[in-house]
């Protein structure tokens, strides 16, 4: 699950003392959510592990896979990850795993930007559990 964290700023103009409060969602690498968790709350370009069925590996036109659980699915890529800067990300293994398999996968969900789609997921690890 995620936690919220609340940042608190203090601002003064002027001789008056401003408040602002922001929340923010984050989370701990150690925690493993489903996809339904963290797309009930997105939050971009923060490392996450997440966990579920891998389906339509080997099936695309692209080095990516569905990965589904709590309901819901979201497109993982392993390799061709390119930053909006033009720099490339290297390419996580997929070997031994197979359509079905249940995974975690430690990475990124990226906002959408020049090489990549709202909501795209950038693996940096991937790990077949039994």
Known sequence: MSKIKLLLMV????STMI????????STTNETLSV??????????????IEGSVSLLGELFCPCFELTSGGETLM?????????????????????????DHVIVTGELKSGGIYHSLNDFWASSIEKTN
Do not use: H
């Open 19 to 26: 408040i602002v409060g922001a929340c923010t969602n984050s």
């Open 76 to 100: 993982v890529y392993y390799g061709l990850m390119v930053e909006d800067d033009g720099t490339e990300r290297i390419s996580v293994s997929v070997e031994g795993i197979e359509n079905g």
């Open 11 to 14: 601002v003064i103009v002027s």
């Open 36 to 49: 339904a968790e963290l797309m009930e709350d997105p939050v971009y370009n923060t490392e996450f592990k």
